[in-house]
């Protein structure tokens, strides 16, 4: 998930908040890989149930009740995404993920989207590194 987090970061992840609203887009999450269950994974919510996920020219395009909008994410991606995915329609109870390196990351632009039973929860808090300290970034994954 660099740039947003790195390797060896330790986190604290809230597991009640799901308990009470659904992710929403923009959330980092942290979940069973749902190829390799016994993997862990931490990426950020870019598509929700029911929503078509595009990636191309570098952008990501999100197509909702029947509306296409583009992706605002610059606060939390520094280099455009140089790969395109076809459109993927995100099935009930599941949410399509990004890592925040787009261009070197395992996530849901392979094809595979995330059950909402595999979230464990949302990541809250870092603590180690101490030179790391702090709350995890909240940006808004807005549409243009």
Known sequence: METSFFEGQYV?????????????????IVFHNPELPSQLYIKRI??????????REGRVYITKD??????EESK????????????LTVPDAKYFVLG???????????????????IIGKVWLCYWPPSEWG????YSAALE
């Open 12 to 28: 604290l992840v809230d597991k009640l908040t799901y308990h009470f609203h659904s992710p929403q887009r923009g959330d980092v």
């Open 100 to 118: 925040d390196n787009r261009n070197s990351s395992t996530d849901s632009h392979y094809g595979w989207t995330v059950p909402q039973e595999n």
């Open 76 to 87: 939390y991606i520094p280099l455009i995404t140089d790969y395109q995915m076809n459109p």
């Open 46 to 55: 870019i598509g929700l149930p029911g929503e078509e996920v595009e990636i």
């Open 135 to 138: 709350l995890s970034p909240e």
């Open 66 to 71: 029947g509306k296409q909008q583009v992706l």
